[in-house]
């Protein structure tokens, strides 16, 4: 569905300590989902993956959670670092190749 | 590395303007995208193309059209610019079969509409 709201939610935290940002989805047949992340001045990048048949995967620092009970999705970032600060946001995608964006969480790594 | 390249980074027209966004990627992409981004709204796709002279309408078309003549390069034009329509756009490009990883987004292109 559409999002609402001329503002992105912010998440300030300290450097060092864990970043948790969340992304609620909506519908049900989406099977894969992935997060980016997009600097100030750039394009979106991705960060990592999940298929709906996973409930958790790792990377380098990041871990993405999936609860297809709930509908919700979480991006996990270990020992946020000043180069984190940018605008994280989901995607799911359906049917193989239709993708919906969320709006997106700003992060802000406080020294 | 997949580059997908839009000509301008920034741009300022005036309304009634006809506008073009250029988009050019590399790596032989069947499947190219123009969406808006605007706070708080997430990224919206307003047209997208499977293939050379292709073109399919996304959530939010009005307003827009687009040209694709060659496999690398796709157009968004607008073609009497509103002030609504300023926003940061973004093309994006994949392979046939996309995987997450497949779909390259470029830096953008913030348009101020005046």
């Known amino acids: 569905g559409e999002s609402v709201g001329l503002h992105l939610p912010t998440l300030s935290v300290q450097e060092g300590d864990n970043s948790i940002i969340n992304c609620a989805y909506s519908?049900?047949?989406?099977?894969?989902f992935i997060w980016y992340k997009q600097e100030s001045g750039k394009g979106p990048q991705f960060i990592i993956d999940?298929?709906?048949?996973?409930d958790k995967r790792q990377g380098q620092r990041v871990t993405v959670l999936l609860n297809k009970t709930v509908k919700h999705l979480s991006l996990q970032i270990a020992a946020t670092q000043p180069g984190d600060s940018a605008v994280y946001f989901c995607?799911?995608?359906?049917?193989?190749?239709?993708?919906?964006f969320g709006p997106g969480t700003r992060l802000s790594v406080l020294p | 590395d997949v580059k997908v390249t839009q000509s301008s980074r920034y741009l300022v027209k005036r309304t009634g303007e006809k506008v073009f966004l250029e988009c050019v990627q590399d790596?032989?992409?069947?499947?190219m995208f123009w969406y808006r981004q605007d706070p708080g709204l997430g990224l919206r796709l307003i047209y997208f193309?499977?293939?050379?002279?292709?073109?399919e309408k996304g959530d939010i078309p009005e307003g827009y059209s687009v040209s694709r003549e060659k496999k690398e390069r796709f157009s968004l034009i607008l073609e009497s610019a509103s002030t609504n329509q300023t926003s940061m756009y973004l093309c994006?490009?994949?392979?046939?079969?996309?995987?997450?990883?497949?779909?390259?987004f470029g830096s953008g292109t913030r348009l101020t509409v005046v």
């Open positions: 994006a490009s994949s392979a046939s079969g996309v995987s997450a990883e497949g779909y390259t």
């Open positions: 519908n049900s047949a989406s099977d894969y």
């Open positions: 999940i298929r709906s048949n996973m």
């Open positions: 995607a799911e995608i359906f049917y193989g190749q239709n993708f919906v």
């Open positions: 790596m032989d992409h069947e499947n």
């Open positions: 193309s499977y293939d050379v002279k292709m073109k």
